[in-house]
Each structure stands twice: as structure tokens, then as C-alpha cells.
């Protein structure tokens, strides 16, 4: 896969996470619309806001799911503006890897505590993990570019480093 089409599958991924945390976040406020989510007593929405248990270190899943999304999307950018500073590669890597630790903790508050799963969470959490792959991916590319840049200006190097 070329490396623009993976900043487009993270751009994608995070915009689609983007937009279901926002719709969580409706879904607090208009009861209404937990219902569409709602497929029986195990895959609710409605079950899992009603059950007190929808925050993780005070701050509510929803706004996890928006500040790390906008975060991601941010990071993203910069990284692909400085193609060439590998640290925004890195630093996107940790947004998304604290985003799947993130994403873990609550999908593991809903199976193992609440005992019901929000399909519109569920999602999310599948979107941050396409981005943290996407991320790796991308990392995984620019540190082998980078190396291959190294050797062909100095093809020495690595014979010399061995001695």
C-alpha cells in the first residue's frame, strides 16, 4: 500500500471516529437516539449510558472519543507535513497506541462490568484501531525509507559498523 494511501485510511478512520463520538455525545442528550442503537438487551446503547459506568477518570467516553479523534487528526497532519521529521510519526504512534489503551479499558468496562455493548462505541474503538495500524504501517515505511536513504548515501556504513 502506498504511504498517501495510508494518511488516507488514518484521515478516514479518524474522521469516521470523529463522527460517531460526536453522535454518542447527541445520544447523552436526546435519549431518542440511543434507541437506534439499541438491537436487544446485550447490543444497547441505551443500556450502557444508563449505566453510570460511562466515564474513565471523570471524563465522559464520549469526550474521550472527540479530543483523541481531533488529536489524531492533528498529529496526522503535521506528520504529513514534516514527511521528513520522523518524530511526528512517533508522536502519532503514541496518540494512537493511547487511544487503543483508552478504547480497550472502556470495551473491557462494557463487556466485563455493564455486560452490554454500544454498537456506535464498538465502532469507534474499531476506528482507533484502524488508525493505530495505519499509524504502524506508516512508521514502519519512513523508518525503512530513512535506512535506505542512509545507505545509499553512504554504502560503507554498514560493512564499517560490523568491524
Not at 28 to 41: F, I, T
Not at 61 to 74: K, M, S
Not at 117 to 138: E, F, K
Amino acid at each position: 500500500m502506498r504511504t498517501r494511501s495510508i494518511r488516507s485510511v488514518i484521515y478516514l478512520a479518524a474522521g469516521l471516529g470523529l463522527i460517531l463520538s460526536l453522535f454518542a455525545t447527541a445520544e447523552v442528550y436526546d435519549a431518542s437516539l440511543s434507541g437506534l442503537c439499541s438491537v436487544n438487551s446485550y447490543v444497547s446503547c441505551g443500556v450502557v449510558l444508563s449505566s453510570g459506568l460511562t466515564t474513565l477518570l471523570g471524563v465522559p467516553d464520549f469526550a474521550w472519543g472527540i479530543a483523541g479523534f481531533v488529536l489524531i487528526l492533528v498529529v496526522a497532519g503535521l506528520a504529513e507535513r514534516n514527511r521528513r521529521d520522523p518524530r511526528w510519526g512517533y508522536a502519532l504512534l503514541a496518540v494512537t497506541t493511547a487511544g487503543v489503551g483508552v478504547a480497550l479499558t472502556l470495551l473491557y468496562v462494557e463487556l466485563a462490568e455493564i455486560h452490554a455493548i454500544c454498537p456506535v462505541c464498538a465502532t469507534a474503538y474499531v476506528m482507533g484501531g484502524i488508525c493505530w495500524a495505519g499509524t504502524i504501517a506508516l512508521v514502519t515505511r519512513t523508518a525503512r525509507r530513512a535506512r535506505n536513504r542512509a545507505s545509499a548515501e553512504d554504502p560503507g556504513a554498514e560493512t564499517d559498523a560490523g568491524t
